[in-house]
């Protein structure tokens, strides 16, 4: 089958006029087309695809020829996208308070690879790259928050993708007690888990204890992790409300996470110490699959 196109049926199917399609080859090179013995030009497959990046990459807003940039340093198709050649143009764009562009480098980062991959090696990674570049003063703390505000967004927004957890599926009730605003690394926790057949109760940054131990007994969590960074406030939110903790079910496991989690600290509530990757914690879990009953009582 021939696949090639002359400009006109190029710009049918994509919906880009003959006019904008020449600008786009003349001007960025985006197009390399071959030409017919009369001197016509004839567009292939990967001129087609290089077409429909660059108008998805306009829609969320990037200019022009930052969006021809990205098209071209990419590879032609969304299989060739390779994380670590995106990783720059995320800090960039994050760097520059470039929300549309943001948007697009993980648009486009989303379109040819996994989610968690996508997560692990591109979000983290660009999270420690802006943690260090902070720590140095090459970056301000407005930066810092800009990129990590984005970056939480997006994940959330992953949360409901994925086949949903059967009936019989364990529950995980994840949360961050009192204070505690960096939850992150809880959100990666729970894609893991969702995508190992858990069903996941998030209740994120800053929840207090007595309500996280309600909802884990309300929905029968088998599991309710607690994750923390502030190694002094997370212990005295653990021994502030000890006798909560308590109240969890015998069926419940309780499992500490995050950099104040210690060995030390899980020993005396305990609790199951999970280890900082996601990965790594969500397989600490695995052997934690019976749900509990769910409470009855008013």
């Known amino acids: 089958m021939d696949t090639r196109l002359w400009i006109g049926a190029l710009a049918e199917r994509t919906g880009v006029s003959t006019h904008l399609l020449r600008v786009w080859e003349e001007r960025y090179g985006l197009l390399t087309p071959e030409r017919s013995p009369s001197g016509y030009r004839i567009y292939g497959p990967d001129d087609e695809r290089r077409v429909r990046e660059m108008v998805a990459l306009r829609d969320r807003g990037m200019a022009a020829g930052d969006a021809a940039a990205m098209v071209l340093a990419t590879g032609t198709g969304p299989g060739s996208v390779t994380l670590d050649d995106l990783l720059p143009a995320l800090g960039e ?13 993980i648009d486009r980062a989303l379109a040819g690879n996994d989610a968690i991959d996508v997560v692990d090696r591109l979000f983290f ?47 995980a009730v994840l949360a961050c007690p009192t204070h505690e605003r960096h939850d992150i690394g809880l959100l990666a926790l729970g894609l893991v888990l969702r995508r190992e057949g858990w069903s996941v109760t998030f209740l994120g940054a800053d ?92």
Not at 158 to 168: N, S, V
Request: hydrophobic share 45%.
């Open 93 to 105: 764009a994050i760097a520059a308070f470039d929300e549309p562009r943001t948007h697009a480098v």
């Open 125 to 171: 990674a660009c999270l420690r790259r802006l943690g260090n570049k902070w720590e140095s003063g090459e970056i301000t703390v407005a930066q810092e928050h800009f990129g990590s505000g984005l970056i939480r967004g997006r994940m959330v927004a992953l949360a409901p993708q994925g086949e949903p957890a059967g009936e019989d599926a364990p529950v």
């Open 207 to 298: 929840t207090p204890v007595p309500d996280v131990v309600d909802t884990a007994r309300d929905v029968g969590a088998a599991v309710v992790v607690l994750a923390g960074t502030e190694p002094h406030m997370f212990a005295a939110q653990l021994e502030q409300y000890v006798g909560d903790l308590a109240r969890l079910p015998s069926g419940t496991t309780l499992a500490l996470g995050g950099r104040a989690a210690t060995a030390s600290l899980a020993g005396r509530h305990g609790a199951v110490l999970l280890e900082s990757d996601p990965f790594a914690a969500a397989a600490d879990l695995g052997g934690i699959r019976g749900p509990v009953p769910a409470r009855t009582d008013a």
